[in-house]
């Protein structure tokens, strides 16, 4: 019947004169092609499709694309296209208008909130997507468990402004590490552009200085590999970049219990250095978003999406939270 | 004394023994320098295509009676105790948590490689390594064999319609999952290939590697998008810099007065190729995308400010960045090329009453192309590995779109693009797991090094049979 | 070759000057945009200096540092394996055998610092840190067991010296030091046991202090120097063996012994030519970027130890330029350092090409072949 069809839609294509024979075979092709893809395209109920943009947050590369991947599997004529160059250069990107996502590992100062209300009147959605942490790791089988935070501070800082009295620089200094006999502690972290030095910065040393014989380096996976070569070394990188090779350290919270970075912990905020990663929309009140982009969130709050980004490294909000952001 | 030499070197007297020794040193240098090579080539071969060889999958028992299955992947020494601990890649990350294991050697009982081991690369999750134990589709339930060839059959249809199928799993120590097979990749039983279905399944691997888009945040899949950038970049590089490098050459050693400034611009042109790439990167982020492209952007593109059209790195401005830093390596070998040319030949075209353009255009420049196109070869060569000034100008750590498409104007010059050599950077010190990007890495190096090599020997070649059929002309 | 057709001979002149004047705009335009870069650093590095900014200055002193004592270390391995290999191949080795190294030495020079970088930052570095004492004992124990396979050759048979000659050597020891390499490693760790106390590491620690840090000199001096052995061997190996062969055949003629040639005519008289070499290895080691990058560690100290790490001008400016807006103070301080970089290799390098054009005239005084 195809084919019977095919020869039908050839001649009644090329009825003026006699067909050439290149052009009968690509008439041939599209016809089939024509009939193959109809059924498919009767298959689908309303399509989705664009291209959607998004610029932020350098932690977060891995995670949006991981989602976007998710969205093009779903609706194949969604792509995501994700710019990653640091959580500062989405609210620029939204005040501009040249994107209507804005993914970051921090939340949005009150000055960059301001700057988009001056400009467009009412102020940003801003959602969480997932929870990240930033861990103190050391090798696998260093027999340090836990610091305080004066002895995190102690040992990156030169300052020591969360308030240590000494700065601690030989690993027979912590009382957990007497009989690890390998002199200094080698620190590792990672360069000043990124904002994982900034948060580390301003939460673990109290806003203090860093030390500057830290090996800086250009990830954070690259952290986790180098301290997982080298038995003195100590350093800190995001969350989800925790591998065996290394063993997080738990932190001591102002109660003086221990918290382990664990998905638990790192859920509830008991972790002391534990975050949200936004999600910053433009929505005008009273509008809704274009289908695309109500894909992907609702992506992002489904079942499914909460699971990529465990598979990402990072922590699947509480339900409690994903509740209370249920109308999206 | 005893050391008269007895073949060549029989021409120079005795000499003392210490001095004797020097030589040898000297040869010694030469053979560090040929084992260093051959290491690192031998290495990045072995790592980078045994990447791909479906690996033996192992099934162990711990002492403590726990079992879990593997890839053993290397060996490092205990620190402050005696014995080695392993490596094993376990997969699992949706069950366990984790995808890696180092074990204590002294701790494993036992080490059996059963032939029933599946290993499943899955999309989110990523590999799978248990044992199947049925499918299910539309209440249907395959088991045993049965389940290998419906398995078989659905993964050739596309993702789309295997989305009713569901894999049942467990792990070796029991623990069971239900899988999708929509999320399925691709699915192995390394233990029970002959070496020809290894073979087959190796060939297969390194073609997906070669042809597919990176997946799963540039830790898994292919370089196709880095090869594609890094050539097309690499052409339109070549396209800019052949006119230019050509025409100073011809200016210098054809029209320019041959004084004393002329040798200083020639001394100069030549240190340039000795000026560190990341300089000509940072003139071309600072000219040439936040001066001109800044410009371009205030001109034609001011509707969508401050979102950056040119104004940002850029396929362009990468090309017109390393046509720059290569422009020396072209005039260099141009000018080779056209002072090897017998000044009789010009004054031979000159007195038959040919002008200076005829002469140029019918004698000089055949003459020259092969020196010309040497030059060319070797700047793309230094062009496709430098990585340096592109962290600057426009490469990205993963572009969605291709440079070229079929969207008007096709062929997208202010697109970021990707490329090998940073695609290496940023899997080996950006990616999420270090550990699991190295063979991939490896893989790209190898890919890198093999491009590379080949356009630099095609250099060397042409340049060789160049000065041979020379060599006989004269 | 058939005559060019004559057409109009007013035409064709025209059409000549146009064309010569379209070559010399091309060829000038071009050499201004290369001027042009010096221009531009020049440019963007004036507010800076204007004003004077000495915080400014003492920020980018450690990064200075960093920089030499990279490039220090990379030739403090390269020089003398590339000088040893060029001599042996211009002097010693077999013209067959040198038609084929020499090319694949120049070979290295193609391999891209990011694949260079890579093995040395995440391979090698944490293997020297784990073996230590046996990478130490390497760099002794390689030169010693080249000097036995001398001194074994010396008292070999005459029939195994036939079979193994000197000009070959630079090939038939390759395998030889894969075997010594394979003792000097299954050795050491008895000799760090018996000699050194059990760890090296520690012994340095406690007895002189010495830190010791997974990417350091050491490991970027030998990444780099395998990075910049090529450009070195390469022109030093040119300059030697364009040596007149009057002037060595002269010494040894007079008496000299064939090294005694070699150390007081070759060397001398190639000295300008070696000397360039080494200066325009010292360019490309200073301004290497992808190597610094991935094997340093990034760590900016004013130190000199070879255990310690380092940060270098090109490597900050990798990673850093990209973040700065452009304007700021690091933005500036960056181009600064470009600006240095760029100074510092053309001074080099101009000073390199004169020493080698001068060399090559008085070749041609003293009558060589060329």
Not at chain 3, 287 to 309: D, K, Q, R
Request: include cysteine; aromatic fraction near 8%.
């Amino acid at each position: 019947m195809n084919t019977r069809l095919t020869t039908l839609l050839t001649t009644f294509l090329t009825d003026r004169g006699s067909p050439f024979a290149i052009r009968h075979i690509l008439l041939r092709y599209a016809a089939i092609t024509l009939l193959l893809a109809t059924p498919l395209a009767w298959g689908q109920s309303a399509p989705i499709s664009g291209t959607l943009g998004a610029v932020g947050s350098d932690t977060m590369a891995g995670l949006m694309l991981r989602w976007g991947e998710s969205l093009t599997t779903r609706y194949p004529d969604v792509k995501l296209q994700f710019q990653a160059s640091g959580s500062a250069s989405a609210p620029t990107a939204l005040v501009a208008g040249t994107t209507r996502l804005g993914p970051m590992s921090r939340p949005m100062t009150s000055e960059e909130r301001d700057n988009f209300i001056e400009r467009y009147g009412y102020p940003l959605l801003e959602l969480k997507v997932a929870r990240d942490a930033l861990i103190v790791v050391v090798h696998r089988h260093n027999p340090l468990r836990a610091l305080t935070r004066q002895q995190v501070d102690a040992i990156f800082s030169t300052s020591r402004a969360c308030g240590a009295e000494a700065p601690i620089r030989r690993w027979e200094q912590l009382p957990a590490t007497r009989d690890w006999s390998f002199g200094r502690i080698a620190l590792h972290g990672r360069n000043l552009a990124s904002g994982t030095h900034g948060l580390f910065q301003e939460r673990a040393l109290c806003g203090g200085y860093f030390r500057n014989d830290i090996s800086e380096h250009p990830g954070s996976s690259a952290v986790v590999a180098a301290v997982g070569e080298s038995a003195n070394a100590m350093g800190y990188a995001g969350f989800n970049h925790l591998t065996p090779a290394v063993h997080a350290l738990s932190l001591y919270n102002d109660g003086g219990t221990a918290i382990p970075p664990d998905e638990a912990a790192i859920q509830s905020g008991d972790y002391p250095l534990s975050r949200y990663l936004y999600l910053y929309v433009n929505l005008p009140p009273g509008e809704t978003l274009p289908p695309a982009e109500q894909a992907l969130i609702s992506l992002i709050m489904s079942d499914e999406g909460q699971q990529i980004a465990r598979a990402s490294g990072f922590v699947p909000l509480t339900p409690s939270v994903l509740n209370a952001q249920q109308r999206w | 004394m005893t050391s008269v030499s007895a073949n060549s070197a029989s021409r120079h007297p005795r000499f003392s023994r210490v001095n004797d020794l020097w030589p040898w040193l000297c040869a010694a240098s030469v053979a560090l320098s040929l084992l260093m090579l051959g290491a690192l080539l031998t290495l990045l071969l072995v790592r980078g295509l045994g990447h791909f060889w479906p690996a033996t999958l192992e099934e162990i028992t711990l002492s403590s009676g726990e079992t879990f299955a593997g890839q053993a992947v290397r060996e490092v020494a205990l620190p402050q105790q005696d014995g080695d601990e392993r490596l094993y890649f376990t997969g699992n990350q949706d069950i366990d948590g984790v995808r890696w294991r180092w074990v204590a050697i002294d701790e494993i009982v036992e080490r059996a490689q059963p032939t029933d081991l599946i290993r499943l690369d899955r999309s989110p999750w990523g590999d799978f390594i248990g044992r199947l134990v049925a499918i299910e589709q539309h209440g249907q339930r395959w088991e045993g064999d049965a389940a290998w060839q419906q398995l078989a059959t659905l993964l050739k249809l596309p993702a789309n319609q295997r989305q009713e199928s569901q894999l049942l799993l467990t792990t070796v120590d029991g623990q069971i999952l239900r899988q999708p097979l929509a999320n399925v990749v691709s699915a192995q039983t390394p233990n029970a290939m002959a070496w020809w279905q290894k073979t087959f399944a190796w060939g297969d691997a390194v073609w997906r590697f070669l042809s597919e888009g990176p997946r799963a945040a540039n830790t898994d899949g292919g370089v196709w998008p880095a090869i594609f950038g890094t050539v097309l970049m690499v052409i339109l590089m070549s396209v800019i810099v052949t006119p230019f490098g050509v025409l100073a050459a011809i200016y210098l050693n054809e029209i320019a007065h041959q004084g004393r400034l002329t040798r200083l611009v020639r001394i100069g042109v030549r240190n340039l190729a000795g000026v560190p790439s990341i300089v000509y990167g940072v003139f071309g982020l600072g000219v040439f995308v936040y001066g001109v492209g800044g410009s371009l952007d205030e001109w034609f593109f001011s509707d969508t400010l401050p979102s950056p059209t040119f104004g940002t790195g850029g396929l362009l401005w990468a090309s017109l960045t390393l046509a720059l830093l290569t422009l020396p390596v072209v005039i260099v070998a141009t000018e080779e090329g056209l002072a090897r040319i017998p000044e009789a030949q010009r004054e031979g075209a000159v007195a038959l009453g040919a002008t200076r353009l005829e002469m140029l255009t019918r004698i000089v420049l055949p003459m020259a192309a092969p020196a010309m196109l040497t030059g060319v070869i070797l700047a793309v060569a230094r062009a496709a590995g430098e990585v340096a000034p592109l962290m600057l100008v426009g490469v990205a750590k993963l572009a969605p779109q291709m440079p070229i498409d079929g969207e008007f104007p096709y062929l997208h010059l202010e697109r970021k693009f990707m490329h090998l050599g940073y695609h290496l950077f940023d899997t080996a010190f950006h990616g999420e797991d270090v550990q699991a990007a190295i063979p991939l890495v490896y893989a790209t190096a190898l890919l890198l090094v093999l491009i590379v090599l080949v356009l630099n020997l095609t250099a060397i070649f042409l340049r060789h049979y160049l000065r041979r059929q020379r060599g006989n002309e004269c | 070759m058939t005559p060019p057709r004559l057409s109009s001979s007013r035409q064709r002149l025209l059409q000549d000057r146009v064309a010569t004047g379209l070559i010399t705009a091309g060829g000038v335009g071009v050499l201004l945009a290369i001027l042009a870069i010096g221009v531009f650093l020049v440019w963007e590095t004036l507010p800076l200096l204007v004003i004077g900014d000495t915080l400014a200055l003492a920020k980018l002193s450690p990064l200075a540092w960093g920089t030499l004592k990279a490039a220090l270390a990379a030739l403090l391995f390269a020089i003398p394996v590339a000088l040893g290999a060029a001599i042996y191949s211009a002097l010693f080795m077999s013209a067959r055998l040198r038609s084929r190294i020499k090319p694949a030495l120049e070979m290295m020079e193609a391999i891209p610092g990011v694949v260079v970088g890579f093995i040395a930052g995440l391979i090698l570095a944490p293997w020297v840190e784990r073996h230590l004492a046996s990478a130490l004992m390497l760099i002794i124990w390689l030169p010693l067991s080249a000097a036995l396979a001398g001194l074994l050759w010396q008292l070999a048979k005459t029939r195994l010296r036939r079979r193994l000659p000197l000009s070959w050597a630079g090939l038939w020891l390759v395998p030889w030091f894969v075997f010594m390499v394979a003792i000097a490693l299954w050795l050491a760790p008895w000799l760090e046991q018996h000699w050194l106390g059990g760890d090296l590491r520690q012994l340095l620690d406690q007895r002189y202090g010495m830190d010791y840090a997974t990417r350091n000199a050491l490991i970027v001096g030998i990444a780099m120097g395998f990075a910049v052995i090529p450009s070195i061997y390469s022109l030093a190996e040119d300059a030697l063996a364009d040596v007149p062969s009057t002037l060595i055949e002269g010494a040894q003629a007079l008496g000299a012994s064939r090294w005694q040639a070699l150390w007081k005519v070759a060397l001398v008289a190639a000295g300008p030519g070696i000397f360039s070499a080494i200066m325009i290895g010292a360019g490309r080691a200073v301004g290497e970027t992808m190597i610094v990058l991935m094997a340093s560690g990034n760590t900016a100290l004013f130190s000199a130890s070879p255990f310690e790490g380092m940060r270098s001008m090109a490597a900050a400016i990798a990673i850093e330029l990209p973040e700065a807006s452009p304007g700021s103070q690091t933005y500036h301080l960056l181009i600064l350092a470009a600006l240095v970089l760029f100074i510092f290799t053309f001074l080099v390098n101009t000073l390199a090409e004169v020493v080698r054009q001068r060399l090559r005239r008085r070749y041609r005084q003293i009558g060589g072949t060329l």
